[in-house]
């Protein structure tokens, strides 16, 4: 059943908008459907771990039958069954690691390729893609196929490989910082991952070091039925400073799929992380949005350190469900945090995404710029929390949440919780909604810019202030992707 | 070049009412003219501009609009900006977040696309936008800014008259260009469309004031009242109207017309 | 999310589950002895004026409260079409009681109501104050309210805009200390097109006092052109005191303008100091401050007589407080 170039060529047209949408037919191996002790057994031996990591698998496993669903979010969608489902799927291919990019099995090779991802190191320091050069670890399901660049980096003392390849090279790592910011016991679909997480990417930088490139991970959710439960873990040690990627996409399969993960970050004293991310999961049929990705995904960061600094920066454009809030806490004296955001849904999609930013430590700053722009039959949900404990002193938060309508059968709402417990602290919440203003569409399209063109224009000025966080490589597609998903959205 | 003949629009209310605004408007521009229309304010020459231009809401019951024999009110604004329709607006729209290269950008190659030429690449936009601007003395910084925002009253009108010189309309509409400017702003904007005046192109000013007439030579000069043209004369005309005073010169009109 | 009670009875009091984010603990501020005291018959005032009736002069209502009482009370206020009236609402009482109200107020076409309502109830009471709006087209209603007094005191305003051109108006003062606790909670449904609605809330805490804001503009499928606005200031005028506000948009219609700020802080160090280079000492430019910053909501208040008596309490409030 090998596909050929020419079939995915077709699938690729089939899927009309979402240009990820093909499928790879390449030989699985999967752990059997459902959830229960043995699977989660079976992963941890499929990654030969030692046995502290699967045992905190199972107190997660243990902890998380007990544990209710979080039913805040304003999303809805049917109960997940979790039984109905794989948790482990990895290329045939994968069993014994291959040691060089060219024992990789050609078939993933080409599906990053067809992604706009090299995985050949030559070929991208060659200059093929007209990029600079970004280190990738490429996910594929269950497994990390590819991780570029790690001699490289290896120079700087930087670690970045596979989280699976961490737990054996890196224990000491990893068993400190893991579950560190998240707990097990955070959430319902955080402590699912904590029970079943198959890969993921992890970076230690070291003290004053500097990461000479970006750094990415790009996930692929390939295989039906299968859920994504991958996990970050990103490591700033002092005075060093390290710029991440992250990017997504699945096929359309007529089944909701789950992808729950989990980042957690850590910057120490004078340290600073920005971490960004483009998701574009299947977002679900157009018309009816039956399929689609729940993307339910716990990411946080600690500036556990002096002068810390997290940001995040993010570019929701796919998933059926997005419940996301990439978080900051501001522990460390004078350390900051920002959250920038671009949340655009269509077709049947439900966002509700935001942040929170915790101020623990004197003099800590944060920044929230968000912008939500809904269409066809969306719901697009801003949600935030700014907490500042009463030790702040000082502390400064800044929030500005604009939405925009387009169309009359979408929801835009916002819900921001403030908390002050600090009077010396100040904080500030602006939010406005609006639909697409008929004047600046009559004024592009006096100039001669089609209707749909016009609404991607102003779109993309709407989200600049935040598009422009995001590094130069990512920002170009960034604003193609923002056109793409808007199509469709006027009649 | 341009024919409108006998044009009746309504524009639509805050109640969903329509209201009758031109009343039976007959103009024809030749190839080459500037064409001023004067009137005071509410008399619909704003609503004109929008009408030819094909703005959303304001709905023709009557009548034609052709521009070099194609019939205008068929097409919606894009068409007409291809066929070579431009308004320079009273009031130009911001646009936060665009890049003034951006949209110029935009609006070139849409223009190009529809005419069936050829996109500009980034390098000959690039040419293309330094050198009229400079020819405006429109300064790099402004390029660089987001459409109309934070600029001064001249700096978007200049920018409108940059957007004229960079699309090549056949047919320019100026809707109170000088509303707003002082004598300064005015002359160089003035200078801008002079400079654009062709035996190929005509141009409608709209205007309250003389005075823009001064640096811009109309052909012809129209006085509109009540959504129509009441009278049509040459340079003069302005004038007589400066002096007079609107009020003035339509009692006179009417009591002329009785007699 | 933000839910508003209906009206409590002992045994409905709301659960952290009901409420999950900022949960009132009315139950902890009652007390034992409060929650087993049987209700008093029901107290019912009910304002009525008939279609067209316009009553010039303001009508003071007073509810008083005495200690170790729970009182069921409930207070209706009906304006038929093109009805005008300004009702003054006044609590006060002493010791420790529990106030258990209901307002309901049915607005027609045309209807003008002015609402003021004066919240000097004793220090050791609990109010809590279910209100329920409804406003027909073209309706106006221009309600503020101050809050000074009470142990625990809760505001839970339901306002729903049924007719097109219904504007709403909800605007108050929280000036609490001590250990006090106010929470207002508003739920404005844009049900109609055409409407404006308006909240603006200013709160000063002081000593331990505790506030908390909730505010909500749901503008229904169909609510075209509707105007929805929110503002919520707050300043911490102690290291203890602490303040939540949750402002929340829902918004189901395109061509609407809404929007919402808030702010938390301490107070503007530039004005400060720009009025001690005038000459004015520390206390004084900062009374000043906090007091134009309180005014402006008192502003909105039409009466001018209601207005002057009210900035008056202020100024008192402000005196005991900052001195």
Request: aromatic share 8%; hydrophobic share 35%.
């Amino acid at each position: 059943m090998a596909a050929t170039e020419k079939t995915i060529a077709q699938v690729e047209k089939l899927s009309g908008g979402y240009d990820a949408g093909f499928y790879t037919e390449i030989e699985s191996e999967k752990a059997p459907k459902g959830l229960n002790e043995d699977i989660i057994r079976f992963i941890s031996a499929k990654k030969k771990e030692p046995e502290w990591m699967l045992e905190r698998r199972l107190k997660a496993y243990y902890h998380w039958l007990k544990m209710p669903e979080p039913d805040w979010a304003k999303v809805k969608f049917t109960p997940i069954d979790y039984q109905d489902a794989y948790y482990y799927a990895a290329p045939k291919s994968m069993e014994n690691a291959p040691d060089t990019i060219d024992d990789v099995d050609p078939k993933l090779l080409d599906t990053y390729e067809k992604l706009g991802i090299p995985l050949r190191e030559q070929e991208m320091l060659s200059g093929v893609k007209n990029r600079s050069a970004v280190a990738v670890d490429a996910v594929f399901d269950s497994i990390s196929v590819a991780t570029t660049f790690k001699k490289e980096l290896k120079k700087y003392g930087i670690i970045f490989s596979s989280l699976s390849e961490a737990i054996q090279n890196h224990p000491e790592l990893v068993k400190k910082y893991m579950g560190s910011v998240v707990p097990y016991s955070d959430n319902k679909h955080a402590c699912l991952n904590s029970a079943v997480f198959t890969d993921g990417s992890f970076v230690y930088v070291p003290e004053g070091v500097r990461c000479p490139m970006e750094l990415s991970t790009y996930f692929r959710i390939n295989e039906m039925n299968t859920g994504q439960f991958e996990r970050t873990l990103i490591i700033a040690d002092k005075g060093s400073y390290v710029s991440y990627l992250e990017g997504c996409t699945a096929p359309m399969h007529d089944e909701r799929q789950l992808h729950a993960a989990i980042v957690e970050v850590i910057a120490h004293e004078d340290a600073e992380v920005k971490y960004s991310t483009v998701q574009n999961w299947y977002p679900g049929d157009f018309n009816t949005g039956a399929g689609g990705i729940y993307n339910f995904v716990t990411k946080r960061g600690l500036c556990e350190g002096r002068n810390s600094k997290i940001s995040w920066t993010q570019v929701e454009t796919g998933s059926a469900i997005t419940w996301k809030y990439p978080s900051c806490i501001l522990k460390g004296d004078n350390s900051q945090g920002e959250f920038y955001s671009v949340a655009i849904t269509n077709g049947y999609q439900q966002a509700d995404t935001g942040t929170k930013m915790i101020h623990i430590g004197k003099n800590t700053k944060s920044r929230i710029i968000s912008k939500g722009i809904s269409a066809g039959h969306s719901d697009n949900t801003y949600r935030g929390v700014v907490k500042v404990m009463p030790g702040a002193e000082n502390a400064r938060n800044f929030t500005v949440c604009d939405s925009l309508l387009i169309g009359n059968d979408c929801g835009a709402h916002t819900v921001p919780y403030v908390e002050s417990r600090n009077n010396t602290a100040t904080l500030g919440h602006e939010a406005t909604t609006s639909k697409i203003s008929e004047d600046q569409l009559f004024y592009c399209m006096q100039r001669g810019i089609s209707k749909e063109e016009a609404i991607a224009l102003i779109v993309n000025g709407f989200a600049k202030e935040v598009l422009q966080h995001l590094p130069m490589e990512f920002a170009v597609e960034a604003q193609k992707l923002v056109a793409i998903s808007l199509e469709g959205s006027i009649g | 070049m341009i024919n409108i003949n006998n044009l009746h629009a309504c524009v639509e209310t805050a109640d969903g009412e329509a209201k009758e605004i031109i009343k039976g408007l007959n103009l024809e521009i030749k190839s080459g003219e500037v064409h001023a229309i004067m009137g005071p304010n509410g008399v619909g020459k704003s609503t004109l501009s929008y009408v030819l231009s094909g703005r959303d809401g304001y709905n023709v019951t009557d009548g034609s609009v052709e521009l070099d024999g194609v019939d205008l009110l068929k097409l919606n604004p894009e068409e007409r900006a291809a066929l070579g329709v431009f308004l320079a607006f009273q009031y130009p729209v911001e646009i936060p977040g665009v890049n003034m290269n951006v949209f110029l950008k935009a609006a070139v190659n849409a223009l190009r696309k529809q005419r069936g030429e050829n996109e500009l690449d980034a390098l000959g936009m690039l040419k293309l936008i330094k050198g009229k601007s400079k020819e405006l003395g429109i300064s790099d910084d402004m390029m660089r800014r987001t459409v109309n925002v934070g600029f001064s009253g001249g700096e978007k009108k200049r920018n409108e008259i940059l957007q004229m010189a960079m699309l090549e309309p056949k047919f320019c509409i100026l809707d109170e260009t000088d509303s707003g400017l002082d004598i300064d702003a005015i002359k160089v904007v003035a200078d801008g469309v002079n400079k654009l005046r062709s035996p190929d192109r005509s141009f409608l000013v709209i205007t309250h004031y003389q005075r823009l007439l001064d640096y811009i030579k109309p052909d012809i000069v129209h006085v509109m009242a009540d959504g129509k043209i009441v009278k049509t004369g040459g340079p003069e005309l302005a004038l007589e109207l400066e002096e007079k005073g609107y009020a003035e010169f339509l009692k006179a009109e009417e009591q002329e017309k009785a007699a | 999310m933000t839910t508003c009670l209906r009206i409590l009875d002992r045994d409905a009091l709301p659960t952290p589950k009901d409420e999950q984010w900022k949960y009132t603990h009315l139950g902890r501020a009652l007390g034992a002895r409060l929650l087993n005291v049987q209700p008093l018959a029901q107290q019912q005032i009910l304002v009525h004026k008939t279609v067209g009736e316009i009553c010039k002069e303001p009508e003071k209502i007073v509810w008083k409260g005495e200690a170790g009482n729970h009182y069921q009370s409930r207070f209706e206020i009906v304006l038929e079409d093109g009805a005008q009236a300004t009702i003054v609402e006044f609590h006060e009482g002493e010791g420790a009681y529990w106030k258990n109200m209901s307002t309901e107020i049915v607005l027609g076409a045309n209807a003008r109501l002015n609402h003021i309502r004066i919240q000097k109830d004793s220090v050791d009471a609990v109010q809590t104050n279910m209100v329920h709006i409804s406003m027909e087209r073209d309706s106006h209603l221009n309600s503020f309210s101050i809050n000074l007094g009470g142990k625990l005191t809760r505001h839970d305003i339901h306002a729903v805009l049924n007719g097109s051109g219904a504007q709403c108006q909800l605007n108050g003062v929280n000036l609490l200390k001590g250990q006090q606790h106010g929470d207002t909670t508003i739920i404005v449904e844009h049900v109609a097109p055409h409407c404006v609605s308006n909240q603006f809330y200013r709160s000063l805490l002081d000593d331990k006092a505790h506030g908390v804001f909730q505010g909500k503009v749901h503008v229904h499928r169909g609510a075209q052109k509707t105007d929805g606005y929110q503002l919520a200031n707050t300043i911490l005028l102690s290291p203890m005191a602490k303040m939540a506000t949750k402002p929340e948009l829902e918004i189901y219609a395109d061509d609407v303008k809404c929007s919402h700020g808030t702010t938390t802080g301490a107070l503007d160090e530039e004005p400060l100091f720009y009025l001690r280079s005038r000459g004015l000492n520390e206390s004084q430019a900062r009374m000043l401050l906090i007091q134009a910053f309180i005014d402006e909501v008192i502003g909105k208040i039409t009466d001018s007589s209601i207005q002057t008596r009210i900035k008056d309490m202020v100024a008192e409030w402000l005196k005991k407080q900052l001195n």
